[in-house]
């Protein structure tokens, strides 16, 4: 398994809830990117980690949402209590820090459903 | 902020039609990438153009970099069902991609 991926492939909750969304990264690749898509949208950049500096969090929509990284390689992007809409598709991707295109290689996503 | 702008956004065309798709910016950057995404997946890379005036084919698909790097298109000849996707551009001012909202193509058989 070679690709980036992603946990749950859905999720489906409450209002009100807090939702833990988890993402794999492609091995040896430094950087680790969070998007967020809403239906038939482009993508809205969330945060991005990058080794062991501090990860660049401008655009995470409000302080309900945060993200980790541990040991350089998982990552879990959390949602505290959801709101409707936070309904979205949320992407992760990674890629290899030093190509100088910046790459990214993304995994299939978490479609997110907040009722 | 450095946006892009695709156009059209939705684009519905017959089997074995031409067509183009449009990314435009008012800012310079350096390099731009095009990706197609499919119901469920995430998006795919195609291609990375990086020097203004570039052009770059993928099989039936030819890729321009606009000469100021501002902007980039997309032109697919003979179109084909399995064409039919969600195409967005991406530039990369620096290693924080921009995307644009894309262009959703319907190829009809």
């Known amino acids: 398994g070679a690709g980036v991926s992603q946990s749950p492939s859905n999720k489906v909750t409450e209002k009100g809830k807090d939702v833990e969304l988890r993402c794999d990264p492609i091995s040896g690749h430094t950087a680790l990117y969070w998007y967020r898509q809403s239906l038939g949208q482009g993508l809205e950049f969330l945060i991005y980690?990058?080794?062991?500096?501090?990860?660049?969090k401008s655009g995470l929509p409000s302080d309900r949402f945060s993200a980790e990284r541990t040991g350089g390689s998982v990552s879990t992007l959390t949602i505290q209590r959801t709101q409707q809409e936070d309904s979205a598709v949320y992407l992760c991707a990674s890629s290899i820090w030093t190509s100088e295109y910046n790459e990214q290689f993304f995994g299939p996503g978490t479609r997110l459903t907040v009722l | 902020t450095q946006l892009l702008e695709q156009s059209p956004q939705f684009l519905s065309i017959q089997e074995g039609e031409n067509l183009t798709v449009y990314c435009n910016s008012s800012?310079?950057?350096?390099?731009l990438q095009w990706y197609r995404q499919e119901p469920g997946e995430g998006p795919v890379l195609l291609v990375t153009v990086v020097t203004g005036g570039e052009v770059k084919k993928l099989k039936r698909l030819t890729f321009q970099f606009g000469d100021a790097r501002k902007d980039s298109s997309l032109h697919i000849t003979a179109a084909q069902p399995g064409d039919t996707g969600l195409y967005l551009c991406?530039?990369?001012?620096?290693?924080?991609?921009?995307f644009g909202q894309g262009t959703r193509l319907t190829i009809n058989p």
């Open positions: 800012s310079v950057f350096s390099s």
């Open positions: 980690f990058q080794g062991n500096s501090a990860p660049d």
């Open positions: 991406a530039g990369a001012p620096a290693q924080k991609l921009v």
